[in-house]
């Protein structure tokens, strides 16, 4: 099955201790995203891949690192968490750009840093 | 970017059409419409996209006003399952760089059984 996968879905960490989400896809898409959904802010862009070794930042990409060193992964790392990264995490990824083909989004992931 | 106009929410009962209207007064004429919904605990679903001309495909049509500054997303017939929030986002396609999705509020669609 095409999909985009995350892991994990929840996660409750402390403050500084350092953390990797993980985002796969099987589809071969070359474009891939990172986002956060808050209450009232809605979804924002943290980081950009347009293909192997090649990102960039988003809106919001403070406190936060990724690596495209192959085309299927693109890990969110935050080197030391704090409680304003409390969030709810997607990832997507695109063939052709979203514009295209639109993003396939993976199901989330539910970031608490205490 | 175009910012976009949606009504907050929506309410239609089940099996009947539902007509999602966006406002996008300030889009250029190189911006695609693009629509999204997110269903409760998941990551948000492409929906449709197009540019001028009306759209089709499995899950939904697109009408796109002749002036291109509104567009409606028109669900033929409404299951329980389509109960989501709804997000319309003109998207710029760049000649390299980031194609960025900006996600207002959206509609909260609600499907009365």
């Known amino acids: 099955e095409a999909q985009v996968t995350q892991n994990p879905r929840y996660l409750i960490t402390v403050t500084g201790k350092k953390l990797t989400v993980t985002c796969s896809q099987n589809?071969?898409?070359?474009?891939m995203s990172w986002y956060r959904q808050d209450p009232g802010l809605g979804l924002r862009q943290i980081y950009y891949?347009?293909?192997?070794?090649?990102?960039d930042k988003g809106d919001v990409p403070e406190g936060y690192k990724v690596s495209r060193k192959e085309k299927r992964n693109f890990p969110l790392i935050l080197e030391s968490p704090s409680p304003n990264q409390t969030s709810l995490y997607f990832c997507?990824?695109?063939?052709?750009?979203?514009?295209?083909?639109?993003?396939?989004f993976g199901s989330g992931t539910r970031l608490t840093v205490v | 970017d175009a910012k976009t106009t949606q009504p907050n929410s929506m309410e239609s009962n089940e099996e009947e059409p539902v007509h999602l209207p966006c406002n996008h007064s300030?889009?250029?004429?190189?911006?695609?419409i693009h629509w999204y919904r997110q269903l409760p605990s998941q990551g948000p679903e492409y929906v449709i996209h197009?540019?001028?001309s009306n759209v089709n495909n499995r899950m939904a049509s697109l009408a796109i006003a002749e002036d291109r500054k509104s567009s409606t997303l028109i669900l033929h017939r409404a299951t329980l399952r389509d109960a989501a929030v709804y997000y319309c986002i003109p998207l710029h396609s760049p000649n390299f760089g980031n194609e960025k999705l900006t996600f207002g509020t959206g509609t909260r669609l609600t499907i009365i059984p």
């Open positions: 997507a990824s695109s063939l052709y750009g979203p514009t295209r083909d639109g993003y396939t």
């Open positions: 589809m071969n898409h070359e474009y």
């Open positions: 197009g540019l001028t």
């Open positions: 891949s347009m293909n192997v070794e090649v990102t």
């Open positions: 300030t889009i250029s004429g190189t911006d695609y």
